[in-house]
């Protein structure tokens, strides 16, 4: 079966990045996870997923500020 496409998740609470990426992935997603804000935006650029799931309430960089910076770039 080929692959839907590449999806981010990011989540500070490991048990919900768990389950949503568990799902994601039975659905055959290429799946990538994100603990924080900055790895999520380290990610992203690196590598850019064709959609993003994102946690707002975040300690640190909150989805708010993962938003502008991923928004800042090309």
Do not use: W
């Not at 490991?14 to 055959?28: H, P, Q, Y």
Request: glycine residues 6%; contains cysteine.
């Amino acid at each position: 079966m080929t692959n839907k496409g590449k999806i981010l998740v990011v989540d500070d609470t490991l048990s919900s990045l768990k389950l949503l990426s568990d799902i994601l992935k039975a659905e055959n997603y290429e799946v990538r996870s994100a603990i924080n804000g900055e790895l999520a935006v380290e990610s992203a650029i690196s590598n850019p997923p064709e959609l993003v799931l994102l946690d707002i309430t975040m300690p640190g960089m909150d989805g708010f500020e993962v938003c502008r910076q991923l928004k800042a770039h090309p």
